[in-house]
């Protein structure tokens, strides 16, 4: 017994180091357990990329910074959905429900983020045919493809230079 206490007294002035993940546009991370999100099932077309950190800075908010662990080019930017469309309506299939270990009330541990991508137009478009659903409580995310065609793949919601004109 008094060689565990003396371990754990030793233990508690080493500091234990964070895994380093290389990110796109913030350069090297520290990153804890907490901070790691996994697409269980991938993403669709980037089914090998399971694990991803969500990196929120606050003088970027409300945008959110998808970063995979594995490959530091590749980082999706998305917004919160209802910052977008707030009577955005969420669905998510039987399927996209167990891989989010969801039982019960989900609305304080369910994230709803739409991915949003740029055109060479500079426009911004946002994926609300898809959006990302994360159970923050379990760490778990799937990509939620609506069966519907009640919302776009394409839903603009900006441009990014004056004078920019929205394609019909």
């Not at 090998?48 to 970027?60: A, T």
């Not at 493809?145 to 004056?162: E, F, K, N, P, T």
């Amino acid at each position: 017994m008094a060689s565990r206490r003396l371990v754990a007294r030793r233990l508690q002035g080493v500091s234990r180091k964070m895994p380093i993940v290389e990110t796109k546009y913030f350069g090297p991370m520290e990153i804890g357990e907490l901070n790691c999100i996994e697409f269980p099932a991938g993403l669709p077309a980037f089914e090998q990329e399971r694990q991803f950190i969500l990196i929120e800075p606050p003088e970027k908010s409300p945008l959110v910074f998808f970063q995979s662990v594995c490959t530091k080019n590749l980082c999706f930017l998305a917004l919160p959905v209802r910052g977008i469309l707030p009577d955005y309506e969420v669905f998510a299939a039987p399927d996209d429900v167990a891989l989010l270990g969801l039982n019960g009330e989900t609305s304080s541990i369910l994230n709803v983020l739409a991915l949003l991508t740029v055109t060479e137009s500079g426009h911004v478009t946002a994926n609300l045919l898809a959006p990302v659903l994360v159970n923050r409580a379990a760490r778990q995310a799937v990509q939620a493809v609506r069966m519907d065609c009640r919302y776009s793949h394409q839903h603009v919601i900006g441009a990014l230079r004056q004078g920019a004109r929205a394609c019909s």
